[in-house]
């Protein structure tokens, strides 16, 4: 799926892996991604997040889209983050998913986490 995600990868979205209903990605905030308060757009943010929900969800193998999603932002990105992504699944009923990513970034102290995201899951096909 991530091979054919043209809108994640024109991002600079990198996939570090997937399996198993976990996946971690990361992005760079670039200049294009900042708005006028000189923060990260919180639109990419939750891109980021979402790419890597969607990750996590289809690494089982059906064909698995968002049926909701919910983003609370914890502190402001800034040019020239690197922000990686971790989602982990908490768990599948049905054709029912549910994910949470937290977003975070790299600092000389450790991790800063940016966003808390819940993404809700529903399969729709079959490999």
Known sequence: MFADDVASKSLGIELVEADGGRAVARMTVTEQMVNGHA???GGYIFLLADTTFAC??????????AAGAEISF???ARLGDRLVATAEERTRYGRNGIYDVT???ETGTGREVIAEFRGRSRTIGKN
């Open 103 to 105: 977003v975070h970034r």
């Open 74 to 76: 914890v502190a402001s």
């Open 56 to 65: 996590a969800c289809n690494s089982h193998g059906p064909v698995t889209v």
């Open 39 to 41: 923060i990260a757009h």
